[in-house]
């Protein structure tokens, strides 16, 4: 009953579909192992999203990043003879930021009912007879809202797309008039 509404919060903080699966099932591994500490002081649901966060938080403390000195990026690999690394080159992790942040500025650019029953759905997991109840509309409602949603999101990020590519484009075009 509760599946999607963790596996989506896991997904927004890791950002990695196979270590959210992986949260998730660790989450409700916690549940079974504590759910006679619910207090029944506050929703079920509450408490879960709670026990949830704190499973992700802890993974993210015990991963370390990788240290990378400086010499072993700017010189070749002496025992391995591999290629030297290039600095400055597209960092594929930022790649997945940028997205994120074009689609954070795209769901808020949404008219606020489709935004609404967005966030609902895709973000936070609720099924269509759940959003129906809290925002007080007809499950038919709530299913027409978020395909306009969509539909207006998959607009504005093309257009997002678009005017990057007429960015580089015009970029491209100036370094090459130098």
Not at 158 to 170: L, M, V, Y
Request: with cysteine; charged share 30%; proline share 3%.
């Amino acid at each position: 009953m509760h599946n999607r509404r963790v596996y989506a919060l896991c997904l927004r903080m890791v950002g990695n579909t196979a270590e959210a699966e992986d949260l998730t099932q660790e989450a409700f591994l916690q549940l079974f192992r504590k759910i006679a500490t619910f207090r029944g002081e506050s929703a079920f649901s509450t408490w879960l999203h709670r026990l949830s966060v704190n499973v992700v938080l802890m993974r993210l403390r015990k991963k370390t990043l990788a240290e990378t000195s400086l010499e072993e990026t700017a010189e070749p690999d002496e025992e391995g003879g591999g290629p030297r690394k290039d600095i400055g080159g597209p960092d594929l992790r930022l790649s997945g930021s940028v997205d994120r942040v074009n689609l954070e500025r795209a769901v808020e650019q949404l008219p606020p009912g489709y935004r609404s029953i967005f966030v609902l759905h895709d973000v936070q997991g609720y099924e269509h007879n759940e959003i129906a109840a809290i925002m007080h509309c007809s499950i038919g409602n709530s299913k027409s809202q978020l395909h306009k949603a969509r539909m207006r999101l998959r607009q504005l990020l093309q257009e997002t797309e678009r005017a990057r590519a007429r960015e580089q484009r015009q970029a491209a075009k100036t370094e090459g008039e130098r």
